[in-house]
């Protein structure tokens, strides 16, 4: 997602991200992260996701692999804050699948840092969620979402 990468990049002098279009005006199938009817969309709770003041956020080139395929996903913690992290955790799973993992990785403030890549086998045909979340401090402060298929 765009989103996602401007915000790995901000050590490169990126300036800033917008989500510019809130509301429908008329019934349709938008980017809106608020319908016509005023009821929250799937964009809402991506979006929201994605701007986690700190967050994990997802590297992919694709969202389909075949049966079989090394499926490759890099996760970053990206952290818009003035604190720090010591000794946070970014863990992963694949929703339905024995898949999971866990990298180690103190986040410093305002800060982009690739914490490792997710690796798997894809299985059965179907659709899969990717799950990571941020934890520091006995407490989780976000989690996020990929959804991909097979």
Known sequence: MA???VRRRKAEGT???FHFFAIDF???????AIDFYRVPTKVAET???????VAAL????RDE????EQVQVGLWAVNDTYQRYPGARLSWRIENTP???EFAQSIVEDSSVKAGEVTWQAGAPGRYRLIAAVSAGGRQLSENVFEFVV
């Not at 979006?47 to 003041?53: D, K, L, N, T």
């Open 58 to 61: 997802f590297d992919y080139d």
């Open 65 to 68: 692999w075949k049966s079989g």
């Open 47 to 53: 979006v929201g996701r994605s701007f986690a003041p």
């Open 3 to 5: 989103l996602e990468r």
């Open 26 to 32: 008329w019934p349709a199938v938008t980017m809106a």
């Open 15 to 17: 300036g800033g991200i």
């Open 99 to 101: 898949a999971r993992g």
